[in-house]
């Protein structure tokens, strides 16, 4: 069963120059990119700064407008969908953002960013009703319920991030888009927040996208993990076997900085050279070529083929599955 459909989406933005503003090129944000997530499922989308993933996650929810593609959700068009129907698909879609200090408006007390939904919704009737509810959310999140009628300020990054959870869960979602949602915090708070998402998916059944630059942060959360270069989705795999058993030279390019839980089986480091080119020049062929350690001749020229290496793993590169160079083993 699938809960959120994505076919071919693209993302592209105009690049203006001149005083006739006239298009003069296109970067290419989000392109061609499909998936689905079913009830209860967290895909991880993981690749460097710049990719599309933040793009991608954001052009679901329409905070962004797609330029082309398809995205249902529970089967419904969210890209025909407008005023009351688009409301109510949002209600059931939602979005943690990255920086817990720029997401909360610091004029608003607890109480009315989290209860603002159910208020817009016409979910609680009067004020108390409404400080009720909140407080209930802020157990869920486990924070003080006492903290109800306090602001932004008065509160650290991780339990600015709880406020946020607190308030995509509000309208009790099927589905929420994490963009980043532990890229700001310290590591030892974002295993505390990762584990409060899952717990909260296990509580609630929903489905996550969740949006990281780092595979570790997504490894424990994840059920499937899309990895993103340029626009596109260069691998996508069950989180176990892509761990163990990656086919793009991406992929095992950015596992290859993951640290192990065993030390003394070490894998080569696979050190990436240069920046991510640019979305607005992408290299043709492969646009991975550049800085892939085994490119050959014709990737420079010719688009890889997706290729299949069993059910729901599949990569783009003109390697065959036994040609990739060395997968690794879990650790
Ligand atoms: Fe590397 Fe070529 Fe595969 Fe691209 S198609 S990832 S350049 S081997």
Redesign the pocket.
Known sequence: MTLLSVRNLRKHFPVRKGVLARVVAQVKAVDDVSFDIAPGETLGLVGESGCGKTTAGRSLLRLIEPTSGEVRFRGEDVRAASGSKLRSLRRHMQIIFQDPYASLNPRMSVADIVGEGLRVHGLVKGRRELEDAVRDLLLKVRLDPAYVNRYPHEFSGGQRQRIGIARALSLRPDFIVCDEAVSALDVSIQAQIINLLMDLRDEFGMAYLFVAHDLSVVRHISHRVAVMYLGKI?ESAPTAELFAEPK???TQALLSAVPRADPTRRAERVLLEGDVPSPLRPPP??A??TR?P???AH?RTEV?PERRVSDGHTY????EPHEAPGGRSTG
């Open positions: 260069v793009h030279p991406y062929g492969c991975f070529h892939c085994v490119a050959m990737c890889p783009m590169c003109h390697l």
